[in-house]
């Protein structure tokens, strides 16, 4: 129900910063930009919101995915895009609050010069092992990775993301020695799980 509000509330906001989108012009597309891969949730809920904009608009939507940086390069784009009200980003708010600490020269100006419309979600986070994997709990998994180092691999959805930083919190919590393995998007990582413990949003 809370993801429901607030995508509804996203769609509000949205509608402001392009004025309900009736004074824009309906041969040309709105582009949405995520800066991570397809299938992932900030590209699921990207698609959510641009389904229902077009409903309330009658607009065209598309969605371009430009993974890479923690929301860099997609940063980059938006800010390079003309103010003309037809680009809107669709980024996670720990893009903007981890990567300008953990980039040895971030783009700043990438970082601070955006302004939220509104929240779409608020996500939880849940880590999964394969089923051969003979561990239900984490206590369980834990025990598992004291006794052999050696399967303390983890995947995540991108290099210096949040999912990276609750691999590292959970690393620091336990004591234990654990290995982080990027993929360029939830998506991508779902198909193509190469390690058997991956923490998702």
């Given at each position: 129900?809370?993801?429901?509000?607030?995508?509804?509330?996203?769609?509000?906001g949205?509608?402001?910063?392009?004025?309900?989108g009736?004074?824009?012009s309906?041969?040309?597309?709105?582009?949405?930009?995520v800066?991570?891969?397809?299938?992932?949730?900030?590209d699921?809920?990207?698609?959510?919101?641009?389904?229902q904009l077009?409903?309330l608009?009658?607009?065209?939507?598309?969605?371009?995915n430009?993974?890479?940086?923690?929301?860099?390069?997609a940063?980059e784009?938006?800010l390079?895009a003309?103010?003309?009200?037809?680009t809107?980003?669709?980024?996670?708010?720990?893009?903007?609050?981890?990567?300008p600490?953990?980039q040895?020269?971030?783009?700043?100006?990438?970082?601070?010069t955006f302004?939220?419309?509104?929240?779409?979600?608020?996500?939880?986070?849940?880590?999964?092992?394969?089923?051969?994997?003979?561990?239900?709990?984490?206590?369980?998994y834990?025990?598992?990775?004291?006794?052999?180092?050696?399967?303390?691999f983890?995947s995540?959805?991108?290099?210096?993301?949040?999912?990276?930083f609750?691999?590292?919190?959970?690393?620091?919590?336990?004591?234990?020695?654990?290995?982080?393995?990027?993929f360029?998007?939830?998506?991508?990582?779902?198909?193509?799980?190469?390690?058997?413990?991956?923490?998702?949003?």
């Open positions: 129900m809370k993801r429901r509000m607030l995508l509804k509330s996203g769609i509000a949205a509608t402001s910063v392009l004025g309900t009736r004074a824009l309906q041969d040309r597309a709105v582009r949405l930009i800066p991570f891969a397809v299938g992932g949730s900030t699921i809920l990207a698609r959510a919101l641009a389904e077009r409903r608009t009658g607009q065209t939507y598309i969605i371009d430009k993974p890479g940086g923690a929301g860099k390069v940063n784009l938006a390079a003309k103010p003309d009200g037809r809107l980003l669709v980024n996670v708010a720990s893009n903007y609050t981890l990567v600490h953990t040895k020269e971030p783009s700043q100006r990438s970082f601070t302004m939220p419309a509104s929240a779409l979600s608020v996500l939880d986070f849940a880590l999964y092992v394969r089923p051969n994997i003979p561990a239900n709990t984490l206590q369980e834990i025990q598992l990775v004291r006794k052999d180092p050696q399967i303390g983890y995540t959805s991108a290099l210096g993301n949040i999912t990276h609750c691999g590292l919190m959970l690393a620091s919590a336990t004591k234990l020695q654990l290995q982080d393995v990027p360029q998007g939830g998506g991508l990582l779902c198909w193509e799980l190469s390690v058997d413990t991956c923490l998702l949003e």
